[in-house]
C-alpha cells in the first residue's frame, strides 16, 4: 500500500504546488525590492557623510597648514632674534669688560634675561599649538578610521 507521500502527483498537484511557489517568489521579490531600497538609501546616507567629513577633511587640513606657516614664521623671528641678541652680545663683550659698570652689567643682564623669558614664552606658545594641532589632527585620523570601518561593514552588507 502506498502512502500519501509515495503517490505520484498529480496535474492538479503540480498547478497547486506552482501556485504557491509564485506566491512565495513574489513575495521574496517584494522583499528584495524592499532591501534594495534600503540600501539604496544608506549608500544616499553613506555617501553624504563620506561627502561631509571630507569637507571637514579639507577645512582642518587649511587650518593645519595655515597653523604651520604661522609656526614656521614665529620659529623664524625667534631664530633671528636669538642671532641678532648672540651678535650684539660678542659684538660688545670687549666693550664690556673694559668700560662696563656693576649697574651696566645688571641691566644688561636684565635686559638679555628679559629677551630670554619672552623668548621662551614664545616657544613654549609654539609648543601648545604644535601639540593642539597634532591632536586635532589625531582626531581627524580617528574619524576617517571610523567612516572607512562603516563603509566597509556597509559594502559587506550590501554585498550580502
Known sequence: MMTKQEELATKEDLG??????????GANAAKIDANAAKIDQVEKNLSAKID???AKIDANAAKIDRVERNLGAKIDANSEAISKLTSLALDNKDEIKKMATKEDMDKRLDDIVTGQDKMIRLFMNVNQEQVAATARADRIEDDVEENKSKIRELEAKVAQ
Open 16 to 25: 497547486e504546488l506552482e501556485g504557491r511557489l509564485t506566491t512565495q517568489i
Open 52 to 54: 561631509a567629513n571630507s
